[in-house]
């Protein structure tokens, strides 16, 4: 990640945030969603497999940034996304028994 973007700290024995603003706030209730939402690990999964963690994280990073959205807009925008997606290679035929090898994320 450090490569892409600018990494910031708190150091939270110190000060709650920092002098530019900096805090973890966002981090922290994104993971919190994660783990206790309605598909975080106590919800709707019930094994979070570590070559499936992206999918995970990008739907709770979805329903995060459209929470405030009506659920007519939501299924519009869901419909319309994947009116313009191409065949995923990973989704098709999956119930066939095309899965994915391993981690998307590895380096």
Known sequence: LP???ELR?????????????????????????????QIGQIG???KLAPK???????????????RRWSNGHIFLDIVGKCA???????GCGYWQGNHRLGESLAL
């Open 44 to 46: 709707q999964i019930h």
């Open 3 to 5: 490569a892409k973007y």
């Open 52 to 66: 499936y963690v992206d999918n995970y994280a990008n739907e709770m990073a979805y329903r995060e940034d459209t």
């Open 9 to 37: 700290r708190v150091n939270h024995s110190q000060e709650y945030r920092a002098d530019d603003g900096t805090t973890n706030n966002l981090a922290e209730s994104y993971f919190s969603r994660f783990r206790r939402c």
């Open 84 to 90: 313009r997606a191409l065949v995923s290679r990973d």
